[in-house]
């Protein structure tokens, strides 16, 4: 099992609360990922990090924001959650990026989010 | 457009039998193939890698092939147990770009029954 943690895995909040989740790994991996998965749907990266201080966005349009200041911790932010926010949300790390050599992307367990 | 299709959308079979799963690409320039098993609630995790070169690769019960030339994968599972009920995705990589894009399917939900 890979070391790279989620939390909180379920959360349910009212509209319009700012709401931090939080993701961890102890790989020591440079690259980190943001998710967002509806029900029986493809994964979209909504954010992704090459490494500290370094944040981009994503294909899929999101109104979240992350961090990087550290190397094992890439939060994800909403500053005003609204209903449609209502998703899960898998957080991902890798050793590097795949041009020339394969590199595994370790996914952590997900956070549930309903917002009300 | 690169797009990651698979088939069934869900499968039902009874514990012991075999099944196959299947995964069409349109992903260009190709650079590798990955099957995830992702539990309900779970995050996804990775069943086999396979580059251009390879079109097979197994992980205990998990077979997967690779046609690179029809751009299609399978991933057979032989002699199911319950807690192969999952759904499974196939991702797709590009090596057009320095992020080492990858192109998620919706997966298959497979169910074992007893």
């Known amino acids: 099992e890979a070391d790279i943690y989620q939390t909180p895995r379920y959360l349910v909040i009212g509209t319009g609360k700012k709401i931090t989740l939080e993701c961890s790994q102890t790989m020591g991996h440079d690259k980190m990922y943001w998710y967002q998965q509806d029900p029986g749907m493809e994964l979209h990266l909504i954010h992704y990090s090459y490494g500290v201080n370094s944040t981009e966005k994503g294909d899929l349009s999101s109104e979240s924001t992350v961090s990087r200041i550290r190397t094992e911790h890439f939060p994800l932010t909403l500053e005003s959650a609204r209903p449609s926010h209502t998703s899960q949300y898998l957080c991902?790390?890798?050793?590097?990026?795949?041009?020339?050599?394969?590199?595994?992307?370790?996914f952590g367990p997900g956070t549930r989010l309903t917002v009300t | 457009k690169n797009q990651v299709e698979q088939s069934p959308q869900s499968l039902i079979i009874l514990e012991g039998k075999n099944c196959t799963l299947q995964c069409n690409y349109t992903v260009s320039p190709f650079s590798n193939l990955r099957w995830y098993k992702q539990d309900t609630g779970r995050g996804p995790v990775s069943l086999t890698i396979?580059?251009?070169?390879?079109n097979t690769k197994s992980n205990g019960r998990y077979t997967a092939t690779l046609d690179a030339d029809t751009k299609q994968s399978s991933l057979h599972i032989t002699a199911s147990q319950l807690s192969d009920s999952a759904s499974y995705i196939c991702?797709?990589?590009?090596?057009?770009?320095?992020?080492?894009?990858?192109?998620f399917g919706r997966g298959t939900q497979l169910t074992v029954w007893p």
């Open positions: 991902a790390s890798s050793e590097g990026v795949g041009v020339v050599k394969t590199y595994e992307q370790y």
């Open positions: 991702v797709v990589s590009d090596r057009g770009s320095t992020l080492g894009r990858l192109y």
């Open positions: 396979m580059t251009f070169s390879e």
